[in-house]
């Protein structure tokens, strides 16, 4: 191997020993214009490279900042959830509410009959007990006054 490669160069010394002069310059104008367009193109390929890396880091705080988002979109649905569950109990309870209303309503209504009722038999029933009650004792009264007048004259 060594001394194909020595013999490379030993071909390309006595190849350039061939060459003339102006054909040595035309050689090494090619070989800076080459120089030069690879070093453009490196450059171009640095500053491609330099713009890649910026957009992947730009891209990485993209996805950083959807990921937050996402995140908090997560926590606001969960919340949402717990809301409409509480909802959904404070709908329960004010049902079960409307119905004890329901129910105090209907025990009003019922009272205010029993108090007619009540009323109504008191007129009927009671007042004329009450009136013999006390006529009987109207003339047991009263005779219980004469007699004590009668005595004390």
């Not at 013999?7 to 002069?21: A, E, F, G, P, R």
């Not at 310059?25 to 171009?44: G, V």
């Not at 007129?123 to 009650?133: A, S």
Request: charged content about 40%; cysteine-free.
């Amino acid at each position: 191997m060594e001394r194909s490669v020595n013999q490379t160069v030993s071909d390309t010394n006595i190849s350039d020993k061939m060459l003339s002069n102006n054909q040595v310059k035309l050689l090494s104008n090619e070989d800076s214009e080459k120089t030069l367009f690879l070093d453009d193109l490196e450059t171009r390929y640095d500053d491609l490279e330099t713009q890649y890396d910026d957009l992947e880091t730009r891209y990485d705080d993209l996805d950083t900042r959807y990921d937050d988002l996402e995140t908090r979109y997560d926590d606001l649905e969960t919340r949402y959830d717990n809301l409409e569950t509480r909802y959904d109990g404070l709908e329960t309870r004010y049902d079960g509410l409307e119905g004890l209303e329901t129910r105090y309503d209907d025990l009003e209504t019922r009272y205010d009959d029993f108090e007619t009722q009540y009323d109504d038999l008191e007129t009927r029933l009671l007042r004329p007990l009450i009136e013999k009650y006390i006529a009987a004792h109207s003339v047991v009264l009263d005779a219980y006054v004469a007699a004590k007048l009668e005595i004390s004259l």
